[in-house]
């Protein structure tokens, strides 16, 4: 539904015509579709019960949060393409491709390639875990710059009300579901304290037997669910699948 709106007050800001529509039109589209499924994509990670629930799972909502990450990635890297293609054979690379003095123009450029380098090292360089999430997490930097050109500059987004104030709350709830994971997430939710009763290694896999400390903080589990689990004091959390749950001891 939300895409479809989006669409909609896209369609409507320019009034296209299907005979009409030209390499800018795809580059304008592209780009607001690219932040709008990154800004979703945020929304899903905040691991917020009523969220998994909508999706049957935090499982399944860390699938969609992976496919939609994805989506936007190619819709946000085509935005320049068809902006080059569109004043082809003008020499345009300098243009879209490098900051100048107009901020709006270098909040997008330097967005396209802060994304572009943390997904080279989150997808295509096995990274320590800890690393691999410390530059996940500057993903939200893109946002910010991203969020940043789409406003200032003049496009559809600025010269079309209802399209500006929708993409306006699009940009606004990710940057908050960004802070609320990164920096409140792990204040307002109160742990669930366990103690490691059993360990062993085999094949390389790491088997935990735990149990709560109080009847109080002991959590129902199916084989198959998983949860993320930190040693304390670090908060460098892992995800460990349940194997199965005995009583009080959970492997």
Not at 76 to 89: A, G, M, S, V, Y
Not at 161 to 185: C, E, G, N
Request: hydrophobic residues 45%; contains cysteine.
């Amino acid at each position: 539904i939300t895409s479809l709106v989006t669409l909609a007050l896209f369609l409507l800001s320019k009034y296209v015509d299907p005979s009409e529509i030209s390499w800018l039109t795809l580059a304008q589209f592209s780009g607001i579709a690219g932040l709008f499924y990154l800004c979703w994509a945020f929304l899903l990670s905040i691991r917020h019960r009523k969220i998994e629930n909508l999706f049957s799972g935090l499982d399944k909502v860390y699938k969609i949060h992976h496919l939609l990450g994805g989506i936007a990635y190619l819709f946000i890297i085509n935005h320049p393409l068809f902006l080059i293609l569109n004043r082809f054979p003008q020499n345009t690379l300098k243009l879209y491709l490098l900051p100048s003095d107009t901020p709006s123009y270098s909040f997008g450029v330097l967005a396209f390639y802060l994304l572009n380098l943390l997904l080279i090292l989150t997808i295509f360089i096995n990274l320590p875990y800890k690393i691999w999430k410390w530059t996940h997490e500057w993903i939200g930097l893109v946002v910010l710059l991203s969020g940043l050109h789409s406003l200032l500059i003049i496009s559809d987004i600025s010269r079309y009300a209802p399209l500006r104030y929708w993409m306006f709350f699009w940009i606004l709830t990710a940057l908050i579901s960004y802070l609320y994971k990164r920096f409140f997430y792990y204040l307002l939710q109160k742990p669930n304290n366990y103690q490691i009763v059993d360990s062993e290694t085999e094949k390389g896999i790491l088997y935990l037997t735990v149990k709560p400390k109080t009847s109080s903080q002991k959590i129902l589990f199916y084989p198959g669910q998983f949860a993320f689990l930190s040693l304390t004091p670090s908060r460098d959390e892992h995800p460990f699948t349940i194997l199965s749950q005995k009583e009080d001891d959970v492997i």
